[in-house]
């Protein structure tokens, strides 16, 4: 697939430190990339950073996005030539409280990062990971397709919707001419071991459970796309292959959620994790009014289409990969590492598309 695109070559992902990018870095590293990460330290204990020691891996910056000049200077002594931007404020709950912070990272942060690459010659291509929500969401029953509206109506969606419109305008504006191809990337709910931030469903049902507490459900009929992170992983990759090797061919933006039958009601998924887990107990609770989307669903005919891109596992499959990976890690005794990289091989063998 794309193995020769990226054996050797120089690559810098933001968020390293984060969930998602802590998969990437160490998939990237298992490709044969050079990475560099740049994010903010780990904000959660556990992190996923921690457990599979990351940090003695790659080679691992420690700033922030908003720091123009170490973010500049992180580009220029380390000359990536494919970047992925996955640094960002990626709560919905914590917008509320930090709207000015939100809008910061994920708007004037991603246009330094975009910035901090245009300077940098020896950026070729550059994937830019947004958000489902980037969305301007009417719970429509079907599948928001890449032409539909941005927009958003929390801080962190609208934030994601700025980001999209940003993309575009700075591709107009700086990179038709010359420069590095950039696309966007936008996922579904992603879920995977080594997760525990606040508010996000499977790492509250995991801490409630681990705590022999009961799993408190906010919103159980929220419908939500679920995804195993490997799977938008794997279009982030695809998506890194093609603009690397045919440019602006495919610099645009592209949905990589799960399939249809993926998309589960809230009270499915903690079910699915008690019974996967082997213990714990639901409680419905609605703790307070902020809003929440009830339904949200991506349509991916494009990136199936263009890309050749489509997802190979379902949500069960997804749940019992996440479960498997928790119940290692509070186990104990185990080298997460090495069991991380085993489910990103599983994974490799199951992919039911392939493209060289």
Not at 15 to 24: D, I, S, V
Not at 69 to 96: D, G, M, W
Not at 161 to 171: H, P, Q
Not at 275 to 287: F, M, P, S
Request: glycine content about 8%.
């Amino acid at each position: 697939m794309w193995r020769k695109t990226y054996q050797g070559k120089r690559v810098l992902l933001t968020g390293h430190t984060g969930f998602k990018g802590g998969w990437l870095a160490l998939w990237l590293k298992e490709l044969g990339a050079e990475v560099c990460g740049y994010a903010l330290s780990p904000n959660t204990t556990p992190s996923l950073f921690n457990a599979t020691q990351l940090s003695n891996q790659i080679t691992s910056v420690i700033g922030d996005i908003l720091d123009r000049k170490n973010l500049e200077k992180t580009f220029q002594e380390f000359q990536p030539e494919i970047v992925f931007h996955l640094a960002a404020q990626p709560l919905v709950r914590l917008s509320y409280t930090e709207p000015v912070r939100t809008y910061e990272t994920n708007v004037m942060g991603s246009l330094y990062v975009l910035e901090a690459a245009r300077e940098t010659p020896s950026v070729k291509a550059f994937v830019n990971i947004t958000t489902d929500k980037c969305y301007e969401n009417k719970e429509v029953a079907r599948g928001y397709k890449e032409d539909d509206p941005m927009g958003g109506y929390d801080m962190y969606s609208s934030s994601k919707g700025c980001v999209e419109i940003l993309s575009a305008s700075f591709r107009r504006s700086f990179l038709q001419d010359g420069g590095y191809s950039l696309a966007t990337a936008r996922a579904g709910n992603v879920i995977g071991g080594g997760d525990w931030a606040a508010d996000r469903l499977i790492p509250d049902c995991i801490r409630a459970i681990e705590a022999g507490q009961e799993i408190e459900i906010r919103n159980p009929a929220a419908t939500r796309p679920w995804q195993h992170v490997l799977e938008p992983l794997s279009g982030y990759l695809l998506l890194g292959h093609l603009l690397y090797t045919q440019g602006n061919k495919y610099a645009e933006g592209f949905n990589l959620g799960p399939n249809p039958q993926s998309v589960l009601t809230v009270a499915e998924v903690a079910q699915q994790v008690v019974q996967a887990y082997g213990k714990g107990t639901v409680k419905v609770h609605k703790r307070d009014n902020l809003h929440e989307a009830n339904l949200l669903m991506l349509d991916i005919t494009k990136a199936a289409q263009v890309l050749g891109w489509k997802p190979s596992y379902t949500a069960q499959e997804a749940i019992a990969k996440t479960v498997a990976w928790y119940k290692k890690f509070y186990e104990g005794n185990h080298d997460m590492r090495a069991f991380t990289v085993q489910q990103i091989h599983e994974y490799e063998e199951n992919l039911v598309w392939k493209k060289n």
